[in-house]
């Protein structure tokens, strides 16, 4: 299942089969897009996946941004753990994106690892399946 945000500052790909989300995300985000994006996970992607078993995220931050919603950011996050979400690999070239988001992560305790360069997809599915799960390369999150 594929869910373009209205805007697009996003994009999610839901691997129901495999409890992988691919997900894109570009630009500097507003709280009016993260209300959304929160909107999608809470009504579409915690649905598909349910919270009996684990599940990933390779997440593609190659042309986001860092933005002011880092309070809110946790709070989706510890809203994801309760809904089985336990590993994610991000996709960044940019040293201040990764820093916020490993401050975020820290915060949360998410087991994450960052990716960049050019075998930077090939090296996050490498790790998500040394967590233990299959993936397929997805041209989404490299587009």
Partial sequence: MEILDSKGMYTILIDKKNRI???KNVGVWTNEDLNRFLDDYKNIVF???????????LCNLSNYEVSSIYN?????LKTSIDNGFSDCAII???SLVNSQMHEVCKQIGLNH???GGIDAFD???????SNGYKLKNNALCQA
Wanted: net charge negative.
């Fill in 21 to 23: 989300v691919y997900e």
């Fill in 47 to 57: 649905n598909e996946l349910g919270n009996d078993k684990p599940w990933a995220k």
């Fill in 72 to 76: 809110d950011l946790i709070e989706f």
């Fill in 92 to 94: 960044s070239n940019d």
């Fill in 113 to 115: 690892s960052f990716f």
């Fill in 123 to 129: 090296d996050a599915i490498d790790w998500l399946q």
